[in-house]
Structure formats: C-alpha cells, structure tokens
C-alpha cells in the first residue's frame, strides 16, 4: 500500500463551511502536529506505521467544530523469507513428511504462508496459495508431503498489508513406501543352445523408482559375485549349466531380494568324431547295409548330450558328397542306393552344435541285373559325316563293369555284327542300328536295348543326280515340267529343291525350302510360259537331300508361244 486516503464532511447551518483543519500524531496520540497547508477535505497520509489522524471543520464566522479521530496504517516493507525445516534431504522417509516455515513481519504482521511444491525436479512448480497436490496445510504454518518419489518445496509469507515476501530455500522431501517388486520375469528357454550368449530381460516395479538390477550364477558349489544387470537385462555367455538368481534394489536401497529365474544352457563345443562300422568292405551285398556308430569319441567338454546324427554319402568314390542329412534312426544310416556308396556320420548334440565326421565306410550293393543301356550319340536323322560314335550309359544308375554290342545293317533284325565295349564308331554308309547290353558287378548280364533314337546311325555322303521328263519341242501354255531327284545310293532322299527357267529372263518355276522334308524325290510343277519372252532356257533343278548332299541339273527348253 503506497497511501491512504481520509475525507472529512462537515455541514453549517448558517454560515456554512470554511476549511477543514487536519492533525497527525505518530505516537499514539501523545503529541500532534497539524498538517501545514491543508484545508482541504481530504489529505493522503503516506508514513509507514500508525498513524492517528484527526480533523475539524472552521465555518465562515471563523468558529471551529469538535474534532473527529481515526487510525491509518501503512507498510510497503515485503516481510523477511521463509525459513522452511523438516524435509529429507538426500534421505528417504517410508512415510509422510512435515515440513514448517519459520516467518514473521516487523511492519503490519504474517497474514499467511503460501507454499508452492515440484514433483519434476523444479521444471514445473504449483500455483502460490493453490491446493497443493499430494499434500495438506498445517496450523502453525506448516505443509505435509505424501507423494512417493522426490518433491521440492519451497514457502513464502504474505503480510496483513499483502506485501509477498520472497521464496524461501527449497526443501527436498523424498519418500518411498514400499519395498520393489518383480512385473516382468522372463526365465531362461529350457533346452540347449549354442548361441554366444543368452539374454533376459528382468522387469521391477516400486512406487518410486528401481535403482539398479543384479544378478549372479553358479555352474557348482557357491553363487558367485552379483554383477550388475544393465539396463535390466542379464547376459549368460559361458559355456555351462548356470543357474540364475537377480535382484532389484530402489532408489531408497530396499531389495526384492535374490530370486531364482532358471538355468542357462550354453555349449558351443561341437561333438567328437564317432567310430562306425557295419560296411561291406570289398564284398558286395544284394540288399539294403546298416552303417552305424560303434563308438562315441571322447570330449573335454560334457555339455549338451546327443540329439541327433547326420549321414553324409559319396557315390563317385569321394570325389564330391551329399549335403548332410539327419538320418531316420539315431545312431544309424541305411544304405539302399545300388552301387558303391561311401557313408560318413557326424553327432549334432542338444544345442545344435555339429560335431566331427567319422572315417569313411564302404558299401557295395547290386540287387538285381544290370538294365538296359541308354544309347547316345546316335541320330534318326541323315548325315553326311565320316563317322558317329555311339555310347551306352547304365539305364538304372546301377554300376557297371563291362559292356557288349551288337549292330544292325539296314532294317534287318539279324545282326551284323558283335564285340565287347561301351562305345563303337560308326563309319558305313546307309543306316546302322546298335544295341548295348551290360554286366554288373556280380557278373550278372542285362537285357540287350537302348537302340531308339540314340543308337540310330544313319551316314549318306553320296551326292544324288537330277533327271528331266520328256518336253513337246517346242513347249507353250501352261506346262508341266517334271524333274525327278535320283539318290545314287537308295539313301537319303529330296530335301529342299529349287526349279529355274534362266535364258532371255531368269524365273522361279517353283520351289520348296521348308525344313518340312519333302520325301518324295518327284518335282512336278505347271508353268504357263507365257509370262516369258519367246526363246531357249535352261530347265535348272538345284537341290539337297536329307544329308545335305547338293545336286544340280539341266536341261534346254524351247518356248513358242503363238
């Protein structure tokens, strides 16, 4: 408050009012001072303090009135910070805090303590004189805290006159009620694993906040030392059985206490090699061979036990191998393949760590005779080459030691000829059919076959003649002109043919370039001559048969249209 105000009113009856005459006293009335040049009838009275103000009225006749007294107060002084006690500190209450302000006002008096509180570390604070979340007002001035977690507090007095003192220190209350408790416990998965490391997250809860997580193993004996679990995960990387205990601690040091959350299997040492027996050797067997595991190997590391095994087998003498497969009865493989199959196994244990493989067994199975051989490198289409080789191949992937032939000549059912071998070359002209049979291993022999279309053989390199009708001289209109394709060996026959006039003009009689094959060796087409000039040409038949064995042919022509 910065002045107050007084007025004075005054009445006269007869002369009326002249003036007002104001007096002060600043000790309680004891002494007075008049207030120099004033008559107004209002005056500000402006000391800090008390004040006792009096007045009376002087009318025109110069008489003067009784007087009339009030007391005014001011105070412009903001009164003295708070002084706030009883917060925590660094500590933590399990229960409500009560903190106090210390105030006073030497001008006009406390009229009241406001308080404002925090619940973020200071960001935000509460309105001044607002309810005060999560806390009460006490008499004397004072405020209780529940809310767990940290509050900051700070207080202010506020004088009779309104003046706002400044904020006091802040005070720090921290409460926590409860001891932590688990939300989220993931356990180790059961079973065996070869992974680096195996990972779980562990979860507490508390009406505050988790300061840190804990945990600790043991393979044998005693748990070791607690190490702690950042970021609430727990990280296992030995190779062992560990089991595991963790441990939650709060802001305010109270503990879940240690807790039991599984075992971490860990192995990432692969099996020993295994000793297996059970092959042929050098014999040779007409059914299915069981190779099986005779004798674990020994390891340093007993970790993950056995799951499951694995076969491995070569066909080609171990030149290359199949990929690893699980085999159908643990400990074993069965061998069904016809042939010579080389077998390997190797132990995959719990954790899916894959162990060394065993030496090599060798297995021989032939349970039937050979089959019929596949023929190659024969064709049904005609060639004009010096030879063709043909070849027999097993036709049941069976194994074979030796082969024998028979050929064919023309399309006889006789043959011509026999000898041993897998392979023949073909030189005779004309067409050559070759059957294959083959011995197995046991001595056993197949049928004879595999001639269609690979043992086919079919040579012509004999270039064929051209041969012309008989033509009217001379010849006009629409004539046939007739040429035949004579193959001098009774092979391969017409193939692709092209029949010209050349003489005054050269034209296309007729044609055929289709890669349909014409089998016929006659070449017959109507040409009507009058769509050349009048005059002597050549008849030209050029042309191939199925060998690709070229011929040429002409004969003279007259044409003598009207």
Request: glycine content about 12%; overall charge negative; hydrophobic content about 35%.
């Amino acid at each position: 408050m910065q002045a107050v105000t007084l007025t004075a009113e005054a009445t006269d009856a007869q002369s009326g009012v002249a003036s007002i005459a104001w007096e002060t006293s600043r000790d309680g009335g004891n002494t007075w001072q008049p207030v120099a040049d004033t008559s107004a009838a209002s005056i500000d009275i402006t000391f800090e303090g008390t004040t006792v103000v009096r007045a009376s009225a002087i009318n025109n006749a110069g008489m003067r009135s009784g007087t009339s007294a009030t007391t005014v107060r001011v105070d412009r002084t903001a009164p003295p910070a708070a002084v706030l006690g009883g917060g925590t500190g660094d500590a933590w209450a399990g229960t409500n805090v009560t903190l106090t302000a210390s105030a006073h006002d030497d001008e006009s008096g406390v009229s009241h303590v406001e308080y404002s509180v925090s619940s973020d570390g200071g960001t935000a604070w509460s309105a001044w004189g607002a309810p005060v979340p999560n806390a009460h007002l006490l008499l004397p001035p004072g405020i209780v805290i529940s809310a767990s977690g940290m509050t900051l507090v700070r207080a202010r007095v506020v004088d009779a006159a309104g003046n706002v003192g400044a904020s006091s220190e802040i005070a720090t209350v921290r409460i926590d009620r409860t001891e932590p408790s688990w939300t989220d416990l993931d356990a180790f998965r059961s079973g065996w694993t070869d992974a680096a490391n195996l990972t779980m997250e562990i979860v507490a809860s508390d009406d505050v906040a988790i300061a840190s997580y804990w945990y600790r193993t043991r393979t044998t004996g005693g748990w070791g030392a607690p190490r702690p679990a950042t970021g609430g995960k727990v990280t296992i990387s030995d190779e062992a059985a560990s089991e595991v205990q963790v441990e939650a601690i709060d802001v305010a040091g109270r503990t879940t206490g240690w807790t039991w959350v599984g075992v971490a299997l860990i192995d990432r040492t692969g099996p020993p090699a295994p000793r297996i027996g059970g092959g042929t050797g050098v014999g040779w067997s007409t059914g299915d061979v069981d190779v099986a595991i005779v004798a674990l190997g020994e390891s340093a590391f007993e970790g993950a036990p056995y799951g499951s095994t694995q076969a491995s087998t070569s066909t080609n003498g171990g030149a290359t191998w199949s990929e690893w497969e699980r085999t159908a009865r643990e400990g074993s493989y069965t061998v069904t393949g016809t042939g010579t199959t080389l077998v390997r196994l190797r132990l995959v244990d719990a954790a899916g760590n894959i162990g060394a493989a065993s030496t090599e067994e060798q297995v021989h199975i032939d349970p039937t005779a050979p089959g019929v051989p596949v023929s190659t490198g024969g064709s049904t289409e005609w060639a004009n080459v010096a030879l063709r080789t043909v070849t027999a191949t097993p036709g049941d992937g069976a194994a074979v030691t030796a082969y024998e032939y028979r050929t064919f000549a023309g399309g006889s059912q006789t043959p011509s000829a026999e000898g041993v071998g897998g392979s023949l070359d073909i030189t005779a002209e004309g067409e050559t059919r070759v059957e294959f049979r083959a011995r197995d291993a046991s001595g056993r022999w197949g049928l004879w076959g595999g001639s269609w279309p690979g043992g086919y053989v079919r040579l012509d390199r004999q270039a064929p003649t051209v041969e012309f009708g008989p033509f009217p001289a001379p010849v006009s209109g629409t004539h046939r002109f007739v040429a035949s394709f004579i193959s001098n060996d009774g092979r391969s026959s017409l193939d692709d043919w092209t029949l010209t006039l050349d003489g005054p003009v050269t034209t296309t009689v007729c044609s055929n370039t289709s890669a349909g094959h014409n089998r016929s060796p006659g070449v017959y087409c109507d040409f009507d001559t009058r769509t050349v000039p009048n005059g002597t040409f050549d008849l030209k038949l050029v042309g191939g048969d199925l060998a690709g064995n070229s011929a040429t042919g002409s004969i003279s022509v007259d044409v003598d249209n009207p």
